[in-house]
């Protein structure tokens, strides 16, 4: 699984944990939910910082928090 994969997985993950679609995410988190769409997108992925700690804020939680897993920690190193 790659970083942005794992990211993904990680906002649906905080999002069923509060019982909240993630086009209510975009909306609490003032993004526009065309890029919430486009960030879930296998397709397309498009995934900012900007767009993340939007999010976190959105579910009340530090960048920290977010990444504070072991799946994030156990990422092995991308080298392209």
């Known amino acids: ?25 975009a909306n609490v988190s003032g ?5 919430a769409y486009s960030m879930m997108d296998k397709s397309r992925r498009d995934i900012s910082i900007r767009t993340i700690k939007k999010f976190c804020d959105g579910l009340e939680i530090t960048l920290g928090e977010f990444f504070s897993t072991d799946d994030f920690d156990s990422l092995e190193q991308e080298i392209i």
């Open 1 to 25: 699984m790659d970083i942005k994969d794992l990211i993904v997985r990680r906002f649906v993950e905080l999002c069923n944990e509060r019982n909240m679609k993630i086009n209510e995410l």
């Open 31 to 35: 993004v526009t939910p065309s890029t």
